[in-house]
Structures are given as C-alpha cells and as structure tokens.
Antibody, heavy 121, light 106 residues
Framework: EVQLVESGGGLIQPGGSLRLSCAAS????????MTWVRQAPGKGLEWVSV???????YYADSVQGRFTISRDNSKSTLYLQLSSLRAEDTAVYYC???????????????WGQGTLVTVSS | DIQMTQSPSSLSASVGDRVTITCRAS??????LNWYQQKPGKAPKLLIY???SLQGGVPSRFSGSGSGTDFTLTISSLQPEDFATYYC????????FGPGTKVEIK
C-alpha cells in the first residue's frame, strides 16, 4: 500500500528541539518531491519545507534557519528537524508527496495522517 | 510573495445545491492552482490540479476553472460527504494556501 506515516510529535518546551519522521511505503522518497505542511489548531494550512528528488531544499520564511528537512534513502524516510521552537510552531505537521504538474508546478497527491507538535512550558 | 484569498470564508448549503468557491491570487499564476478538501481531524485530499484537472478517484461533481488570478471550484450537486473545508493552493512560486472555505450544512 502506498502511504506516508508520520511520527515524532509531542510536547516540547519553548527553545527545544524535536525530530519528526515520515516513513514512506510503496514508493521511495528519494524519487519524489516531498514536503512538510503544518496546521495550527483551528487554522489553515501552511507550507513549511520541501526537498526535491535531487536534494535541493527550501523553507518558509517563518522556519528558515530553525528547521531542517532531510531524508534517509535506505529507510525511505523523510525527516524534519525542529529547533529553537516557539509557541507559534504548535501545529499538526503533515508530510506530503508532490506530483509534477505542467512545467514547474506541483500538486500534493499523497498525505500522511499528521503528527501534533505542542510547544508549551 | 504571492498571496491567496478565498471567498466566502464559510457558507451554508443543502444537499443537492450547487456550490461555488472562488480563489484569487495577488499576481498571475497562469493555471498553477490546486484545490484540496479537508475534513475535521483528517489530512487534506487533492481534488483538482492545474486549475481544472480532476484528480483520479474524485467524483465528477467537482470541477475547477480559471486562469491568471481568478479561479473557481464548483460542486454541481452537494452531497453529505462534501461538507468540509476547501483550500486553494498556488504552485507557481511557493506552495501558498488560501485561508480556506468551510462548507456547512444548512
């Protein structure tokens, strides 16, 4: 079955660090555009980070310098290292697979179930 | 950065109604526009990509149109399982989402 399963969320104090994992089955993350999207409680969706199949990475301004996306090809797992966490980082974090659309576009056609990160003292 | 807006922010409709949601980009994104459906406690689901292409497995009552800066998602005959929040997303530069439109039961 083709799926994504996130893990690693939890309660963390402000300033702390956490690593989220996204395990892929049925396909390899190294061959795909992979993203992290988050959703604060009761709020909308916010793109966080992307890793292209070639390894290029990009981040939203709100997390630049604090979050790091990476992958382990042998485990077909995507990671998001969260550091210097703030209360406003509290959210459900989803990983999602991108599918190429047109010349430069992407659509997120497969999503995990999400993992909740709560930043609070 | 491209900003995305949606209208209305919420709407009430009955089963069988025709529902239209609009999405506007702050600059032209040609047809680099996706639509997602999200139900409470669940991950988003891709409905429409490239402004008007239906994702596999999505019912044909969903359709998308538009180009440039103005886009529309239409549900031709609302079904009970369609009550959810709908998000547009540009994929011309970053993957900016619109604020969402909540479709509620009237």
């Amino acid at each position: 079955e083709v799926q994504l399963v996130e893990s690693g969320g939890g309660l963390i104090q402000p300033g702390g660090s956490l690593r989220l994992s996204c395990a892929a089955s049925g396909f390899t993350v190294s061959s795909h555009y992979m993203t992290w999207v988050r959703q604060a409680p009761g709020k909308g969706l916010e793109w966080v980070s992307v890793m292209y199949s070639g390894g290029d990475t990009y981040y939203a301004d709100s997390v630049q310098g604090r979050f790091t996306i990476s992958r382990d090809n042998s485990k077909s797992t995507l990671y998001l290292q969260l550091s210097s966490l703030r209360a406003e980082d509290t959210a459900v974090y989803y990983c999602a697979r991108g599918r190429a659309v047109g010349t430069i576009g992407w659509a997120l056609d497969l999503w995990g179930q999400g993992t909740l990160v709560t930043v609070s003292s | 950065d491209i900003q995305m807006t949606q209208s209305p922010s919420s709407l009430s409709a009955s089963v069988g109604d025709r529902v239209t949601i609009t999405c506007r980009a702050s600059q032209t994104i040609t047809t680099y526009l996706n639509w997602y459906q999200q139900k409470p406690g669940k991950a988003p689901k891709l409905l429409i990509y490239a402004a008007s292409s239906l994702q596999g497995g999505v019912p044909s009552r969903f359709s998308g149109s538009g180009s440039g800066t103005d886009f529309t998602l239409t549900i031709s005959s609302l079904q009970p399982e369609d009550f959810a929040t709908y998000y547009c997303q540009e994929n011309y530069s970053a993957l900016t989402f619109g604020p969402g439109t909540k479709v509620e039961i009237k």
